[in-house]
């Protein structure tokens, strides 16, 4: 629990300290403890995994109700090791375990958590972005059936020239914005939503390739249970999807949401 009645702010500067089950180095920032909130700003630090920047908010209303937001950036970190070292991204965005390689994660989030910590899905609000280049499919058999279905040419490797993909999470539902995904000589735009007991509705349009046609896929179902369906396109030829930042915009109503913290008395729920 966060005490209340302490208004202390101080600039931490550490060798080493420990971050999930990894250790982080060169931690920097400020740390600030003010009635009943705790806040770290602008922490710098290293881990075998990535660099990354960390603003985070924590109060304690009651001991099995702990709030808790977070901008947490991560630079070219191994994706393999992002679901190592935050496992809860793997509910979030179940499909990052389908690649391979580095990339750059971006999240804004808030949530209220349990006495043991755990997250309560049903108060989560946020957005998240990843990207990468030079990434690689690890499902080869689901590769394989929607590229078949798709009509890639057979030579056409597992392998992801650029990914962009932003995301909206708010409960239990996970909203895939329009991304561009380029493989080779395709270009196909993903989009859908999913849901955190893992069960998602998918939709890709090819709308760069060699061929003379427009084609698309839905995906549908579990990973247990999935189904790929061929669908009319949704997107039309060279379609190139906007950014839409919404990481930025979370990101700044947690800062709001920390400079009201600090400039007024926490009120109790």
């Known amino acids: 629990m ?36 705790l806040v770290l700003e602008s922490m710098l630090f290293t881990t075998s995994a990535a660099k990354m920047q960390l603003t985070g908010m924590y109060r304690t209303p009651r001991k099995n109700h702990l ?3 977070i901008d ?35 999240i804004a989030a808030e949530t209220y958590l349990d006495s043991l910590y755990n997250l309560k899905k049903s108060t989560l609000r ?3 972005s990843v990207k990468g280049q030079n990434l690689v499919l690890m499902d080869g058999q689901t590769f394989s059936e929607i590229a078949k279905t798709l009509r890639f040419n057979k030579k056409t490797e597992n392998k992801v020239d650029s990914l962009s993909a932003e995301f909206t ?19 196909a735009v993903v989009e859908g939503k999913h849901n955190l ?24 179902g579990s990973l247990d249970d999935m189904k790929i369906r061929p669908a009319k396109c949704k997107y039309a030829n060279m379609y190139r999807p906007a950014q839409r930042n919404e ?10 949401m920390i400079r009201d913290a ?8």
């Open 169 to 187: 999470i708010f409960r239990n539902e996970v909203d895939v914005y329009p991304f561009l995904i380029v493989m080779d000589k395709y270009k």
């Open 67 to 69: 709030f808790m937001g």
């Open 2 to 37: 966060v005490p209340k009645g302490m208004d202390i702010n101080l600039y931490a500067s550490i060798n080493q300290a420990l971050f999930a089950n990894d250790t982080a180095r060169n931690v920097q920032g400020n740390i600030t403890v003010k009635d009943g909130v």
């Open 126 to 128: 946020g957005a998240a």
């Open 247 to 256: 990481v930025d915009v979370k990101k700044l109503q947690l800062r709001k």
């Open 262 to 269: 600090l400039t007024a008395k926490v009120k109790e729920e």
């Open 197 to 220: 007991d893992m069960t998602f509705d998918y939709h890709i349009s090819l709308t760069d390739s060699p061929l003379p046609i427009q084609l698309g896929v839905d995906v549908k």
């Open 72 to 106: 947490l950036h991560l630079l070219e970190i191994e994706i393999a090791e992002l679901l190592d070292l935050i496992p809860d991204v793997d509910s979030i965005m179940p499909m990052l375990k389908s690649f391979g390689g580095k990339g750059e994660f971006h």
